[in-house]
């Protein structure tokens, strides 16, 4: 095809407009640019209605720029139902077609030429009256594994379970005491608590924290709480109900959120439910085929071969589709949602929510928004979630009727890989693209942005694992820091939720699990770490831009990206009224070399170093490893 030049770009408004995600019924106008002295062709475009299994082609309009170039156009009306579409354009020349289509298949903007059905762009086409609550869009998540946080008071050795072992010292390295079969057959307890949460508050709020996420608090056997023995109680080590009352009374005070962790996929084996362990005075499913929660659960052989998460047999999976565990967790007057809402609590995170079914996701929401519609659900999906697969169905995550808001996983993979020197800007640049125009703009502004969590390692264990074995010493512990600061005021400019994973603040190390999950380290603190989070936190929280304004992003060179935030007009990208504001974000990730940038719109725009506090020049230096903040001046 080398007499043939085409190009469409969806990130491009000359080829794709509006941007991005569209609602129901909406318009859409694709444009291909095609070059060729060839004539007698016709253009089509195809479009892919998912869900309703049908595919529509029309016929693009020509539209002669000179001899050879010609752009085609064509409007489209997206469907009445939310749905993911696809599109890719055909060219019928004499006897023959070829076709364009995605030039990458994961990631979108530029296209190619292909002989045979090419990767399609995505639409993602969601339900008009989509609203994710404005207040989250405005957030700061502070993220605490409870053992872990802060023990307030001494541990009652009468409330740990048989099988825990409980540290003397809070210092110490958590472990695993494990059999020869790899089964974990000892937990080992800090005794941290919700007294000690609630001591700590001031120290959260302190950080600009709108919301805390609390990793499983219901009675269990293990530390980490995600083999839940009693959904309706607070596991004793933990604290009580009274507590829990207090935190969410002493948080409200705050202007703090409380989030739980809905672990509704599956239960302990050692529960009131399952009760493997006779350790409840409950007949349950593995005890007694006639118990009440026969049911909940699927045996293979019964009773010791059963349905588990990931083979895991301390988890038994849940039956959802079952109307008795859908009236339990949802629907009942007492059930774990309606019992947790009357005690005060109305934001979830969803464990695990590839193992729900849509529908039960949906009922989750329903239910929580009839009583409180700020409520916030918010599910953790580790890939793309405008198109995840699981099971072998598409999930509808964000169409607009199940998840507010997704464990950003993806920009996190994206961040480190760019920091790391793993991949470029240009490449980083192309990856946010992606997933801006996959996700609707109230969901891609309301997403959990994060660094650590739980289930990954903490950010400055694998940046440290990820330098350059020529780095020794106070040298990598000094690029370790430029990265951080880096990294972490990237990610309170962004777009999105940031989150902080309690300890990170203040210098925890620790790579996957159970080294992720350090205690706390009170009167150990890195103090010029933490001062820097609550300035970058305080920065954010003071300026509408750097949370619901426009944005734009660029790449400079394969090191360096320019991100801006900006509000014109004095109403942001929601219409709400915000006073005009513009911040330029500029960061170099090279390990070694300093450069020099100018400034955008120096022309007729004066800037000022938000980090440094002073007026900038027009052009600028970048020491390595470096991150730089500037406001446009009145």
């Given at each position: 095809?080398?007499n ?7 990130f491009?408004s000359?080829?794709r ?14 444009q ?6 060839e004539s007698?062709?016709?253009v ?9 299994d049908?595919?529509?082609i029309?016929?693009m309009h ?10 085609f ?17 055909e060219?019928k020349?004499?006897?023959?077609s070829?076709?364009y ?24 086409v ?5 609203q ?18 802060y ?5 009652d ?16 390295e958590?472990i ?11 937990w080992?307890?800090f ?5 000690g ?10 950080l600009?924290v709108?919301?805390i996420?609390?990793?499983?608090i ?6 980490h709480?995600?083999?839940?023995g009693?959904?309706?109680k607070i ?7 009274e507590?829990?009352?207090q ?9 703090i959120e409380i989030?739980l ?9 050692n529960?009131?439910y ?12 593995y005890?007694?085929?006639?118990s009440?929660?026969?049911n ?6 019964y ?7 990931w083979?895991?047999?301390?988890l038994?999976?849940l039956q959802?589709?079952?109307d008795?565990?859908?009236q ?5 007057p007492?059930?774990v949602?309606?019992?947790w ?5 109305h934001h979830?995170?969803?464990d ?9 996701v ?14 916030v ?5 580790w890939?793309d979630?405008s ?16 998840l507010d808001?997704v464990m ?7 961040l480190f890989?760019?920091?790391t ?5 240009y490449r980083?640049?192309n990856q ?7 996700y ?11 660094l650590?969590?739980h ?7 694998l ?5 350059p074995?020529?780095f020794?010493s106070?040298e990598?512990?000094d690029i ?5 600061q ?7 400019v962004?777009?999105g ?7 990170d603040?203040?210098?925890?190390t620790g ?5 992720n ?7 150990k ?21 750097l ?19 900006y ?8 219409g ?10 500029i ?11 100018t400034?955008?719109y120096?022309d ?11 007026a ?7 020491a390595p490893?470096s ?7 009145d």
């Amino acid at each position: 095809m080398s007499n043939w030049t085409i190009k469409h770009n969806s990130f491009q408004s000359i080829y794709r407009h509006p941007f991005g995600a569209l609602p129901v019924t909406s318009s859409l106008t694709l444009q291909l640019a095609v070059d060729t002295t060839e004539s007698n062709y016709q253009v089509y475009l195809h479009l892919i209605l998912e869900k309703e299994d049908k595919e529509e082609i029309l016929l693009m309009h020509r539209n002669v720029v000179n001899n050879s170039n010609h752009l085609f156009t064509v409007h489209a009306t997206m469907p009445d139902q939310s749905q993911l579409v696809w599109y890719y354009f055909e060219v019928k020349y004499r006897d023959v077609s070829f076709f364009y289509g995605r030039k990458n298949k994961i990631e979108s903007g530029e296209g190619a030429i292909y002989q045979s059905l090419p990767p399609a762009w995505q639409i993602t086409v969601y339900k008009k009256d989509a609203q994710v609550p404005k207040w989250w869009k405005h957030a700061i998540i502070y993220q605490i594994f409870p053992d872990r946080f802060y023990r307030h008071g001494r541990i009652d050795m009468k409330k740990a379970s048989k099988h825990a072992l409980i540290h003397a010292h809070w210092d110490d390295e958590p472990i695993y005491i494990r059999d020869h079969d790899g089964n974990v057959i000892r937990w080992d307890f800090f005794g941290g608590n919700l007294k000690g949460i609630i001591e700590k508050l001031d120290y959260i709020r302190s950080l600009g924290v709108s919301v805390i996420y609390l990793n499983p608090i219901f009675e269990a056997e293990s530390n980490h709480r995600y083999d839940t023995g009693n959904y309706h109680k607070i596991d004793p080590l933990l604290g009580t109900m009274e507590d829990m009352e207090q935190l969410i009374k002493a948080a409200k005070e705050r202007n703090i959120e409380i989030m739980l962790d809905g672990v509704f996929n599956h239960t302990g084996n050692n529960s009131l439910y399952f009760n493997q362990k006779g350790e409840y005075s409950s007949v349950g499913a593995y005890q007694s085929s006639d118990s009440p929660y026969i049911n909940w659960y699927a045996f293979y052989d019964y009773p010791n071969h059963y349905k588990s998460w990931w083979g895991i047999d301390t988890l038994p999976t849940l039956q959802i589709r079952n109307d008795a565990v859908q009236q339990f967790l949802v629907d009942a007057p007492d059930s774990v949602i309606q019992f947790w809402q009357s005690n005060g609590i109305h934001h979830w995170r969803l464990d695990v929510v590839d193992e729900l079914t849509d529908n039960f996701v949906r009922k989750i929401k329903k239910q929580l928004k009839s009583i409180n519609p700020n409520a916030v659900l918010l599910g953790e999906v580790w890939e793309d979630a405008s198109n995840k697969i699981a099971y072998g169905k598409r999930r509808d995550y964000l169409l607009g009727d199940t998840l507010d808001s997704v464990m950003h996983y993806p920009l996190r993979t994206m961040l480190f890989d760019f920091f790391t020197g793993k991949s470029d800007a240009y490449r980083f640049v192309n990856q946010y693209m992606t997933i801006a125009e996959h996700y609707p703009k109230q969901h891609f502004y309301a997403t959990m942005n994060l660094l650590s969590s739980h289930d990954v390692e903490r950010m400055a264990t694998l940046l440290d694992d990820s330098l350059p074995t020529v780095f020794k010493s106070q040298e990598r512990e000094d690029i370790v820091n430029k990265q951080i600061q880096a990294l972490s005021l990237f990610l309170f400019v962004l777009p999105g939720v940031p989150s902080i994973y309690y300890g990170d603040e203040v210098g925890i190390t620790g790579g996957k699990d159970p080294a992720n999950r350090h205690p706390y380290p009170w009167g150990k603190e890195d103090n010029d770490r933490l001062e820097w989070f609550r300035k970058i936190a305080k920065i954010r929280n003071n300026h509408h831009a750097l949370r619901t304004g426009n944005w734009q992003i660029t790449s400079i060179d394969a090191e360096i990206i320019i991100f801006e935030r900006y509000i014109q007009s004095n109403a942001d990208v929601f219409g709400a009224v915000a006073k005009n504001d513009h911040f330029i974000l500029i960061v170099n990730t090279h390990f070694t070399d300093e450069k020099e940038v100018t400034l955008p719109y120096v022309d007729r725009t004066d800037w000022y170093n938000v980090l440094e506090e002073k007026a900038s020049d027009k052009r600028i230096q970048l020491a390595p490893m470096s991150c730089h903040l500037f406001v446009q001046q009145d």
